[in-house]
């Protein structure tokens, strides 16, 4: 089974040796997201927990919609944080894309440092 390189304009350009999500058979796994706008490349939020959650979760259903997929899909999340003072706030606005009678099994660190100095990245996995 060959895996298949997952690509959307709509979302961030990955910044290093990476690729935005790879496919194999019927999963997609797609890489941690930070709020990078697309269309600029520059940092959503300016330190703003909340807006950098929604733009990661934009970010996320970007790469998703490129392989054909919604949130709905999704059966696994993966957030870091850099202060877990935040998770409230930061689950709050995740569980808002996601449907009342559906949430995917997650699991919720804290880390020391993330990339560009984000306060949240979060990865997932999808099944169609």
């Known amino acids: 089974m060959a895996n ?41 939020g300016n330190g703003d927990v909340a807006a950098e959650t929604h733009q990661v ?22 957030i870091f944080v850099k202060d877990l003072g935040n998770f409230g706030l930061i689950n709050e606005i995740y569980g808002s894309y996601f449907t009342a009678d559906y ?10 440092r993330l990339p560009k100095d984000v306060q949240v990245e979060i990865s997932c996995v999808a099944v169609k």
């Open 4 to 44: 298949t390189i997952i690509y959307s304009p709509d979302a961030p350009a990955p910044i290093g040796p990476y690729s935005q999500a790879i496919q194999a058979g019927n999963t997609v796994y797609v890489s941690g997201q930070i709020a990078l706008d697309a269309a600029s490349g520059q940092l959503v």
């Open 57 to 78: 979760m934009r970010n996320l259903q970007a790469v998703l919609a490129a392989a054909g997929m919604t949130l709905t899909d999704v059966v696994k999340c993966s």
């Open 103 to 112: 949430a995917p099994a997650r699991e919720t660190v804290e880390v020391s």
